[in-house]
Structure formats: C-alpha cells, structure tokens
C-alpha cells in the first residue's frame, strides 16, 4: 500500500462516482478502478459497492476512509513543517466570494491576525459558492468563508445569517421594507441563467409568484452595481454590502417577508492545519460576540 493508493481510496468516497473521482486525480477512469480493485485485493476487504451510477462506502471501507485520510493529513502537516522550515511565517489560504471579501477582510482578518502576526493570510478570490468548494477540493485554499448549502463532502461552520436586501436607484417610491410582490414587474438584474445564485432567486421568485423583468443577467459583481448606478434596474445582495452601496448613492431596503442565508467556514473532512483551527476559532468567537 502506498499514498497514491490512499489517495484513491479518499477521492472515490469523496466523489461517489469512479468518473468524477478519476477526473480530480486527472487520472482515467479505467485505471483508479483497477487501482481500487488491486487494493481491495491486496487487503481482502471490499471498500467499495456499486450503487446505480456510483459508488458506496462499504462497512469495512468506511474505517479504511477514515484511516486513509488521518495518514494523508499527517503527511500534509509534515509537508507544511518542511516548506516553511527556516520561516518565521506561515501562510493560510481563505478562499471567499467578492461579496462577502468585505467582511473578511475588514472583520475577521484583523482579530486573527492581532493574535497571530506570524502567519500570512492568502485571500483565494472566487466568483461564486461553486467556485470555493472547488478551491477547497483542489487544495488551493485551506479554509472556504461562503453561504450554504455546499456539498455534504465539506463540514460547515455557520457564522452568522446575513440579510438579502434591496438595492435600487434614487428616486424610486418603495416602502421600507418592500412587500415581496412589489417585485412583480420590478426591472432587476441578476445572476446569469443556469448559475447555482440564479437558481435559488429564481425559485424565491416562483414561491412567492413573482414575475422581475430582467434588465441584466451577469455573474459580475460590477455589472449589477453599475446597473443600479446608470438607474437601470435593482439588485438584491447581502445586507453586508450595504455600506459600499450606500456610499455610492443607492437606497437600500430589506424585504417583507425577510430573507436570510447563513454565511459559513467550511473546509474539508480532513484535520485541519492548526494555524487554520485558530483562525476557526476566532471566526467562531467572533460571532457569538
């Protein structure tokens, strides 16, 4: 047995599919499941059972997973003595949306890094919820600041829930807060069709059996904004951004009945580094203050 194998063993029961496990190794297909089925021969237990299109975790794989991923965590955490040996630094990598970059920044990071100014903070930029939980997946980020729902192969810390308001031009008759019917008709720009943000506006819309023309469909952040701007149409974004857009002259008002998503740490089922614990930590005790 050797870590390549281990590997295998990890991504397969992450991804419940051969195909998808493969395509993150950027191996074949073919060649993980003879790789998993030379494994399960050479420690004569079955790890793994075909389900429909997938794989599931058997009862004696499940403590190999386990097993498997402790080993592939200590040899991580060794790596990381190693590239930072001779360093009085360390680095962390956060991977965050634009939108809630603000408030990790201006928030967070101080009261971490007060407490550890040894360690360097990377912000892994991403344009979206999908795109963090692919940081993450990939290794290039430690830990995730997103809102939820991610994928069940990720452990969430909940933060905080933050408020989804409306963001609209001067000069517009609305009451504060604005009935959800009043977007019947309203002139709105949006995500872009098909994108997960888009998908969970488009069902609230249908819940509440309301019809926005849609002025704008984007996923850049500056687009929606400009388009607010130019009094092309409004916005509906986190209460967070409030500030910025209060700064360049919109109106913003909350929504009746309240809308809410609750902003996350996530990471994957893996120890974590311990200068990603303590970030953790103070995230946590941040917002219970």
Same mark, same amino acid.
């Given at each position: 047995m050797n870590l390549q194998q281990l590997r295998y063993v990890v991504a397969?029961?992450?991804h419940r599919t051969m195909t998808d496990a493969a395509r993150s190794l950027y191996i074949a297909q073919p060649a993980l499941s003879r790789a998993i089925r030379d494994l399960e021969r050479e420690l004569g237990l079955t790890l793994?059972?075909?389900s429909g299109r997938g794989v599931v975790v058997t009862a004696q794989g499940r403590r190999v997973v386990k097993l498997a991923r402790e080993?592939?965590?200590a040899v991580h955490e060794i790596e990381g003595l190693a590239s930072h040996a001779g360093s009085?630094?360390?680095?962390? $990598?956060?991977?965050?949306t634009p939108t809630l970059e603000p408030g990790l920044a201006g928030r967070l990071l101080p009261a971490y890094t007060a407490e550890h100014p040894g360690v360097r903070?990377?912000?892994? $930029?991403?344009?979206? *919820?999908?795109?963090?939980?692919?940081?993450? $997946?990939?290794? *290039?980020?430690?830990?995730?600041?997103?809102?939820?729902?991610?994928?069940?192969? +990720?452990?969430?810390?909940?933060?905080?829930?933050?408020?989804?308001?409306?963001i609209s031009p001067p000069g517009m008759e609305l009451p504060n807060p604005v009935p959800m019917g009043r977007l019947d008709g309203m002139r709105l720009a949006l995500p872009a069709r098909g994108s997960l943000r888009r998908r969970e506006l488009d069902a609230m819309f249908g819940k509440y059996a309301?019809?926005?023309?849609?002025?704008?469909?984007?996923?850049? $952040?500056?687009?929606?904004?400009n388009a607010v701007r130019s009094g *092309?149409?409004? +916005?509906?974004?986190?209460?967070?951004?409030?500030?910025?857009a209060s700064r360049a002259g919109l109106v913003v008002?909350?929504?009746?009945p309240a809308v809410r998503r609750v902003i996350a740490v996530v990471h994957a089922r893996r120890r974590l580094p311990l200068i990603a614990q303590d970030f953790l930590s103070t995230a946590e005790k941040g917002s219970a203050a």
């Open positions: 397969t029961a992450e793994f059972a075909r080993a592939l965590d009085a630094e360390t680095e962390l $990598r956060i991977a965050s903070v990377q912000i892994v $930029r991403c344009e979206g *919820r999908e795109a963090v939980v692919n940081a993450i $997946r990939e290794q *290039r980020a430690d830990l995730g600041l997103t809102d939820l729902p991610v994928p069940a192969d +990720l452990i969430t810390h909940p933060l905080e829930r933050q408020e989804i308001v409306l309301v019809n926005p023309v849609v002025v704008l469909e984007t996923d850049e $952040r500056n687009g929606w904004l *092309r149409a409004s +916005l509906l974004w986190y209460r967070g951004m409030a500030e910025q008002r909350s929504l009746e």
